[in-house]
């Protein structure tokens, strides 16, 4: 269906971003040179190279944790947590006056819209600071014991999907407990963290309390390894995070994981159908459905189903999809060329399996790396694009006709991170909410994130929160524990 509307296009200007042509590693309190082997970064939509980033080697890393340590013995970890909260106000508050700076350069370096980076990522990072801050004097009244401490060194390493927010849910909670961090960001998406440096030294925040060590995979392995971290957070693969739970069995580490996700969307047929849609839609395409909380399984109750599909349809050709800097973009570039392949992989298994693709038409552009939105009906239990996370805008749609089906049904799954539930009956919503196994339930919406609400997973999916007074719990030694 053509659009009734026409749109003019509306590019953010990246004239506000500084980019320089390389980046080194922030290693107390300053830029240093990497011992490893320097890569690019690019952006996904164009693959322009946009800067040159250092790769930190084993004695890289180890640099970075003796800062951390000493800047932990030495300063965090003694000053008083309301001293500690004024630096993350502060840091708060330049996020905050930076903030076109950092969604402009997320969008670039990560190929998500700026309407999202703009709207979402970018206030919840400031949120999230906002939050913690909050915190750092009154730890004592979060329920974590009367005299709650630090752990130490907290290495962190984190995914390319939400990289700025990914590090504001690792390194606030962290600091205001009086932790102080080495954190890893992806390969693909580390420019953001390089920028949210300079805002570190803007509010003055002491050398070695926030070391940021750029590389892939093997720099992530040895930040992890490394014998002077007391605490590994990790957001990203459930294969990886598997691999990290047994690299650190047998140490004295405490471990947080968040991993990967297929959550169910159920869609009631007593629910506002038009709301209904908008939910699946943000569920799926937000973010180019890189989300490990997205809604990629859709169950709808089979009375609606063909209603639901139409509107969906319809709802989906209006997405607009382009230039990650347009305003006016609605579905952006796929993070990475292996991303793509990946989708592709998964989307021919779900043809072969013998479900019916369905996809929006449109024009991809030549350069970068572009997946339309997709949806897939005709899909069973066992077909792996209803089993396996794809990470990408592809929906698979199933269908039920009782609560007890669709709740079997959604959580016939190894994962267990979300789910949304569709429906005008508050019974129900309370009903499935406390039988879904999963650790966030949206009703009558989806993909909403706040500071306060804690989030994690279940199963294969994870363990430990993020947000809220639990987040805390992870940076903070239990009562039990006993001092090092
Ligand atoms: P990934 O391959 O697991 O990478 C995540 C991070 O770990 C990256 O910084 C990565 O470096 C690093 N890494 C890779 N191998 C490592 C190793 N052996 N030891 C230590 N670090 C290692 O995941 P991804 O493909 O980038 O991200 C997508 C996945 O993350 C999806 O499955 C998604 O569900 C999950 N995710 C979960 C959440 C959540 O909160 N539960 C949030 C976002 C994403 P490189 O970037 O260089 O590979
Ligand atoms: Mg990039």
């Known amino acids: ?59 890289d890393i ?84 009367a005299d709650p401490q630090p752990l130490g060194v907290a290495a962190q390493v984190i995914p390319w999907n939400f990289p700025l927010l990914m590090l504001a849910w690792k390194i606030a909670p962290a ?23 300079e805002i570190c030294q803007q509010a003055d925040l002491p050398p070695g309390v926030v070391n940021i060590v750029t590389g892939a995979g093997a720099t992530g392995q040895a930040l992890v390894g490394h014998p002077g971290v007391d605490k590994v957070a990790f957001t990203g693969s459930t294969e990886v995070g598997k691999a990290i739970a047994r690299s650190v069995a047998g140490t004295s580490k405490r471990v947080t994981l968040e991993l990967g996700g297929k959550a169910a969307n159920i869609v009631f047929d007593d629910a506002p159908i038009d709301q209904a849609v908008e939910g699946i839609v943000d569920g799926i395409f937000f973010n180019q459905g890189h989300v490990c909380c997205a809604g990629s399984r859709l169950l709808v109750q089979e009375s609606v189903v063909e209603d639901v599909l139409e509107r969906l349809k319809a709802r ?41 693709r369905w996809e929006v038409a449109c024009d991809l552009p030549t350069k970068g790396f572009w997946f339309p939105p997709t949806l897939f009906t005709g899909v069973s239990q066992a077909h792996r694009i209803a089993r396996e996370e794809i990470f990408g805008p592809v929906l698979s749609v ?28 508050g019974s129900l919503i309370l009903k499935m909410a406390s039988s879904l196994r999963a650790g966030v339930v949206w009703a009558n919406t989806f993909n909403k994130f706040d500071p306060t609400s804690p989030f994690g997973g279940y199963k294969e999916s994870g363990y430990g929160r993020e947000g809220g007074r639990h987040g805390l719990e992870a940076y903070l030694r239990t009562p039990h524990e006993s001092a090092r």
């Open 1 to 59: 269906m053509p659009s009734p509307f026409e749109y003019a296009p509306a590019p953010e200007s990246r004239a506000i971003v500084d980019l320089k042509p390389s980046y080194g590693l922030f290693i107390d309190g300053q830029f240093v040179e990497g011992h490893g082997t320097p890569f690019k970064t690019i952006s996904p939509a164009t693959e322009e190279v946009l800067s040159e980033i250092a790769e930190a080697d084993q004695a």
């Open 62 to 145: 180890d640099a970075a944790v003796k800062a951390a340590r000493r800047a932990y013995d030495r300063v965090w970890s003694r000053m008083p947590g309301r001293e500690r909260a004024k630096y993350l106000y502060r840091i708060a508050r330049i996020i905050q006056e930076r903030s076109r700076e950092l969604a402009v350069l997320e969008s670039l370096d990560n190929g998500k819209p700026i309407k999202e980076s703009r709207d979402v990522d970018v206030p919840t990072v400031a949120a999230h600071f906002f939050y913690y801050a909050g915190w750092a004097d009154k730890l004592e009244y979060a329920g974590h014991g």
């Open 175 to 197: 600091l205001a407990c009086g932790n102080t961090v080495v954190l890893k960001p992806a390969e693909t998406t580390p420019l953001t963290a390089l920028l949210f440096v």
């Open 316 to 356: 989906m050709s209006t997405l607009r999809m382009g230039d990650p800097l347009d305003k006016n973009t609605d579905i952006g570039a796929i993070n990475s060329g292996e991303q793509l392949k990946r989708i592709r992989e998964l989307s021919e298994v779900g043809d072969a399996e013998g479900a019916e």
């Open 398 to 425: 199933l269908t039920f006709r009782t609560p007890a089906e669709a709740l079997e049904k959604a959580n016939n799954t190894p994962y267990g991170l979300s789910a949304g539930v569709w429906t005008d009956k």
